[in-house]
């Protein structure tokens, strides 16, 4: 095409090379592209972008191949950088939303409703960290802040085992520190460990069944 071209119809083509910027279709319309393989493709280093209306909703870097998710900028080396923020006064998720499902009908199996093998094989002593959270409360409020919360007790079995987080670790299960300096509600600790049943367990219970001759 040279030229400007108006179809208010059906076009079949198997190639369309364009000379200039083009555009297809309009606002309001509906826009599908099929087939067994459909491909989109920059021949150069530039985006590929998807707008909603105006807005710019997610790019795919021509450069790195990143997908950017709410952002224009690529600031690291991931592949999915997502940007996400809220204003409001009730409860809200400014970043992912996921629900899964386990409903197996076989006895005896791992379930995972997310699964994520990190291979650490570097040629140097490093550190690695298989999932990394950091919150920045940087405020004055007396806010409540939670780095990770995990809640394994919703729904009403009490049957079997349930545990919100279990470490398992070459030197430790679990390690907790604690600076001690946000004290005005609640005296700090590295470990806290609370029961919420007046009839049986245990706030903290610690036993080994194979230490009989640690030193």
């Known amino acids: 095409l040279t030229g400007a071209a108006s179809v208010g119809g059906t076009l079949t083509a198997n190639t369309i090379i364009p000379n200039a910027a ?7 319309q509906t826009l599908s592209l099929q087939g067994s393989q459909v491909s989109i493709t920059s021949t150069s280093t530039s985006p590929i972008i998807f ?18 998710i709410g952002t ?13 923020g809220v204003a409001a006064e009730t409860s809200s998720i400014s970043g992912v939303y996921q629900e899964s499902r386990i409903n197996t009908s076989l006895s005896g199996n791992f379930q995972f409703g997310n699964r994520h093998i990190v291979y650490v094989a570097p040629t140097a002593s490093t550190s690695a960290v298989g999932e990394f959270v950091r919150m920045i409360d940087n405020t004055t409020a007396s806010n409540t802040v939670f780095g990770i919360e995990v809640q394994a007790n919703s729904g ?6 349930n545990t919100a987080i279990r470490g398992a ?9 604690s600076t001690g300096e946000a004290g005005d509600t609640l005296v ?15 706030a903290l219970r610690a036993y080994t069944s194979t230490g009989s001759t640690i030193t």
């Open 72 to 84: 224009s900028t690529a600031t690291t080396t991931a592949k999915v950088v997502l940007w996400g």
């Open 188 to 202: 700090p600790a590295a470990v806290l460990a609370e029961l919420q049943n007046s009839t049986q367990g245990n």
């Open 156 to 161: 009403t079995n009490n049957a079997g085992v």
């Open 22 to 28: 083009m555009t297809i279709g309009s606002f309001g």
């Open 169 to 177: 670790g070459r030197t430790f299960g679990i390690q907790g520190i």
């Open 51 to 68: 707008n909603a209306s105006t807005t710019e909703v997610v790019r795919i870097d021509g450069g790195t191949g990143q997908i950017l």
